[in-house]
Structures are given as structure tokens and as C-alpha cells.
């Protein structure tokens, strides 16, 4: 890990930009970051070596901080997001069932054992690129709110099913891991709106205002890596350590200061260094390798959406139910995780990931789909 490195991370990471100025390809910036990857990483030239343990690292820091910041996305506070709860949670219960029915299917037809780990696949959503998604896109109405209380729901269950699902002997280790992660979340929550209550908040802020000190900033990042640490030591994706301090902060309140600092922050070196590198690490020829796979990462793809386009019959509209369809994250861990325990058939990791490509790009048309009906019921 070198400067070099850095300059070119930096650097072929403005494709990601690049591709999303044009609005009406309603690409998500990620995708571009991902695209660059995979041409310098393993699968092209082979310009940056995803496996140096210090760039693994700062994209560790880098997960941590999209997730941290997708989860002060989730409008916690507000009274609608509440009552859209229930709605959200019932379309995440259906969601589930469609998912287990199509993931065991789907391990009887390529002949592997991973049924839970499929169910799990399928059942899952994105926080880190759907709420940004749709908060850029300036998606509004109570469609939206449902959609957003059932994406903060199905990505918290995965987070914490995932381990469950593809290393069962260490499966009660990683939920005692979790439930420790949620409950210092919880209990930070209170501290934060204590101090938010006795004003000692807002006298910190004023404070680092006017003597430049960005102590917000460096709290924030203190607990952000501590939670962190509990959750590695604990077997816990920082998935989970990230998302839910967002959660506890979003449910405080953030000041507009501090997520200038952290969107900066995360949007501004560590999240694009994350998806280089995802894209760097991904290891595409093994699909060539083993045409199965990539049989078995479309139909992971494919069954995602099908998976949850069911929540129309729940009144969710269908680009709405597209739109939740992306998955990140889970892929991700899974892939990582299963690789780390050599639980995957060769090929596996990789399948895994193509399925979570073709939701994010059926993902991008249904983002431009979703747009004119949110526009037009806002008017209505």
C-alpha cells in the first residue's frame, strides 16, 4: 500500500461521478466505483492488490462509514416513518417467505447446501444504496416511508441472520455478538439524548464551532470505531456496528455541521476507496471457469427481484418494490466471510456478487420509473 495506490484509487474512482452526472440514466454512482475496480483489480490489469492488508483495512473503515451514514438516512424521528413500521415490517415478513421458498429451490437445482445462506440473499435489502438513492433522487410520499421502514428492516435481519445462515458452529457466538453491538447502540442513544436534553450538545457544538476543533467529528469517529472493534472481536460485520450507531444518531438528531462532515468524510475518499477495492478484489474469470456460476448468480439476481416485486400485492408499487431489491452489503459479507471459511464451491463468491450487480442495475431503471410516480403523487 503506497501513495501510487492511493492516486489511482482516487483517481479512477471520479468514473463513478462520471457516470452518474447524466440523470437520466439514473445510474448509481456505485456502480462506476465498482466498474473501475474490476478493471484494475484481479480481473483486469491488476494495478491495485485487493489483498494488501492495509487497503483492506481502510475499506473495512470505509463500509463502516456508509453504513453509518446510511443509517442516519432512516428518518427515525419523524412520526409518519413510525406509523409506516407496520407496513414495512409486513412487506419484509412477505418478502422472507417468497425468499425461502425460491432459495431452497434454487440449492436443490445447483445441487449445493447453501439454502439458508440463499434464503438470506434473497430476502435482503441495501440501506447503504437504497436511502441515499432515494434521497438524492428526491423520492417523497408514504410509498417511500413504507419502503424505507422495510429496507431498514430486511437489512438489520440480514445483518444479523447472515452469520446464522453460512457458519452455523459459530452461529450462537455471532448472535450474542449482534445482541451486544444492538444493546451498546441502544444504550448510546440514551446518553446522546441526555446530553441532547441538558444542553451539554449544544454547548460542545458552539465550542467546536468557534475554535475549529471538529470535536463532533472526532466523538462521532471515536464511537463509530470502538462499536467497530466490538463488533469484529464479537464476529459481527461492521455492517451492523455502522448501521446501527446511524440509527442511534438519526433518532437523536444529527446537526447539519456534522453530516457536512461525515457525507465529506465517507462520499469523499473512504467510500469510493471501499468500492474500488470491492470491485479490485472481485475475481470475475472464475465465472469463466465455471459457467454454473454464473447460471446461479443471474438466477440469484433474478429471484431477488421476483422476491420482491410480491410486496405489490401489498400495495407497493412495483418500481418500489424493484428499488428495494438492491442488494450491497450482505453479498459482500457473504462472499467474504465464505471465502475466509472455504464454506463456497469455487466460482461461488463470485455468482454471488453478479446477482447483487443485476439488482443494482434493474435498480437504476426502476430508480427512473419510481421518480415520475413519487413527483406525481406529491403534486396529487
Do not use: C
Request: charged share 10%; net charge positive; aromatic share 6%.
Amino acid at each position: 500500500m503506497d501513495f501510487q495506490t492511493l492516486a489511482i484509487i482516487s483517481v479512477i474512482a471520479l468514473l463513478g461521478p462520471l457516470l452518474a452526472t447524466p440523470r437520466r440514466w439514473n445510474i448509481p454512482v456505485v456502480i462506476g466505483q465498482l466498474g473501475a475496480g474490476v478493471i484494475v483489480g484481479r480481473t483486469g490489469f491488476g494495478l491495485i492488490d485487493a489483498a494488501d492488508p492495509t487497503l483492506t483495512f481502510l475499506a473495512d473503515v470505509g463500509f463502516a462509514l456508509i453504513m453509518f451514514v446510511a443509517g442516519t438516512h432512516v428518518p427515525v424521528r419523524s412520526g409518519a416513518i413510525r406509523a409506516a413500521l407496520s407496513a414495512g415490517l409486513a412487506r419484509a415478513i412477505l418478502v422472507t417467505v417468497s425468499a425461502s421458498a425460491l432459495g431452497v429451490a434454487i440449492a436443490m437445482i445447483f445441487g449445493t447446501r447453501h439454502a439458508p445462506l440463499y434464503v438470506v440473499l434473497l430476502a435482503s435489502s441495501s440501506a447503504a444504496l437504497v436511502l441515499p438513492l432515494i434521497h438524492s433522487l428526491g423520492l417523497r410520499g408514504r410509498s417511500m416511508l413504507q419502503l424505507t421502514a422495510q429496507v431498514a428492516i430486511a437489512d438489520i435481519a440480514a445483518i444479523v441472520a447472515l452469520p446464522l445462515a453460512i457458519d452455523p458452529p459459530n452461529a450462537g457466538r455471532a448472535a450474542l455478538g449482534a445482541a451486544l453491538v444492538a444493546v451498546l447502540a441502544v444504550a448510546l442513544y440514551v446518553v446522546l439524548a441526555w446530553l441532547e436534553r441538558n444542553g451539554s450538545r449544544l454547548r460542545l457544538h458552539k465550542l467546536s464551532a468557534n475554535r475549529k476543533f471538529a470535536l463532533e467529528l472526532r466523538i462521532q469517529l471515536a464511537i463509530l470505531f470502538a462499536l467497530s472493534a466490538v463488533a469484529v472481536f464479537s464476529h459481527v460485520s461492521v455492517m451492523l456496528a455502522g448501521f446501527a450507531f446511524g440509527l442511534a444518531v438519526a433518532a437523536v438528531g444529527e446537526p447539519r455541521r456534522l453530516a457536512r462532515q461525515l457525507f465529506a468524510l465517507a462520499d469523499g475518499f473512504f467510500g469510493p476507496l471501499f468500492f474500488v477495492w470491492l470491485g479490485a478484489s472481485l475475481a470475475l474469470r472464475d465465472l469463466a471457469d465455471h459457467p454454473q456460476m454464473i447460471a446461479l448468480g443471474l438466477t440469484l439476481g433474478l429471484a431477488t427481484l421476483l422476491t420482491h416485486a410480491t410486496t405489490r400485492v401489498l400495495g407497493l408499487p412495483l418500481s418500489h418494490g424493484l428499488l428495494s431489491a438492491a442488494q450491497l452489503g450482505i453479498p459482500i459479507a457473504a462472499a467474504t466471510i465464505g471465502t475466509q471459511l472455504h464454506v463456497l464451491a469455487p466460482g461461488e463468491a463470485a455468482a454471488l456478487l453478479l446477482g447483487a450487480l443485476v439488482t443494482i442495475a434493474v435498480t437504476a431503471v426502476a430508480s427512473g420509473w419510481a421518480r415520475p410516480r413519487a413527483v406525481s403523487a406529491s403534486l396529487a
